[in-house]
């Protein structure tokens, strides 16, 4: 659904960001970007946890007193829910507050929207094999401290399997919860296997970590921007012959998920 173009407000695009991985703010900049380019904003701004410019810059980034402010982030969870309301001073999903108003988003990777990216993303990684003998593993963290952090994963098994995708299996693996990823092989089954990383960057975990856990590395390497390549797809392993994706969050059109969710923001509640 097209969102209405806002002239006079600004956009507030919240990520992460990382101090060990030079690639994890990549896919925000290049998100705000693409978003920047179609002028449905005044202004466009990414800011950070960890990163520069940090959550605390926000008032400054911008003249505009109208910012709509979305999570890029894969679930709902301790960021959204704790430190990015903490650190913006958001006490709902309309907050005015030092002389500006802010309007609090979903984050991007609770939208339904997210499943066609993820199919894409499958598709473009394993063009020419049979989605029939094929399984689908969709990857994230997993963690004990908030239950949110796998529901958006889970949410998303269920929605491709109720799809016409075709898998003959579709399941979530993680690196901390059970099922592990690192048992990659005993989940499917089926011969061919197609794993995609549900993060937002090509950071510590998708490109450094998980490649360890599923064999295609014997160790974790630099990140990527420097190395040559993403990944030689097909690996064969255990038997199986394995495509490993780069995360959703690289995904061009991820910027039209956060469009989405602005949109929602603004049909729920009446603007």
């Known amino acids: 659904m097209p969102i209405t173009p806002k002239p006079h407000s600004a956009l507030l ?21 693409e978003i920047r380019r179609r002028g449905l904003f005044k202004e466009v701004h990414c800011c950070f946890w960890k990163e520069e410019p940090s959550m605390r810059e926000a008032w400054y980034l911008t003249d505009c007193t109208d910012i709509y402010v979305v999570p890029d982030f894969i679930s709902e969870g301790y960021f959204t829910q704790d430190v990015i ?13 030092r002389g500006k108003t802010f309007h609090y988003c979903l984050p991007v990777g609770v939208h339904p929207s997210m499943t066609g990216l993820i199919l894409r993303r499958a598709k473009e990684v394993a063009p020419d094999i049979d989605p029939a003998n094929t399984t689908l593993i969709i990857t994230g963290h997993g963690t004990g401290l908030n239950q ?11 929605l491709i399997i109720a799809s016409d995708a075709g898998y003959a299996h579709v399941t979530d693996a993680y690196m901390e919860e059970q099922p592990f990823i690192a048992k990659w092989d005993e989940l499917a089954t089926t011969p061919n296997v197609v794993v995609v990383p549900f993060f937002i960057s090509d950071g ?42 780069s995360a959703i969050g690289t995904e061009r059109h991820l910027a039209d998920v956060i469009l989405d969710q602005i949109a929602d923001f603004d049909t729920a509640h009446a603007r």
């Open 85 to 97: 309301p903490r650190e913006l001073e958001l006490t709902g999903p309309t907050t005015s507050v």
């Open 13 to 33: 695009i919240v990520g992460h960001g990382s101090t060990e991985n030079p690639d994890s703010s990549t896919p925000y900049f290049d998100h705000a970007d």
């Open 204 to 245: 510590l975990h998708s490109y450094q970590d998980i490649p360890v856990m599923l064999g295609i590395e014997p160790e974790v390497g630099p990140a990527a921007s420097q190395r040559e390549v993403f990944r030689h797809n097909p690996h064969h392993l255990r038997e199986k012959t394995l495509y490993y994706s």
């Open 148 to 158: 949110n952090s796998t529901k958006a994963i889970r949410d998303q098994v269920d």
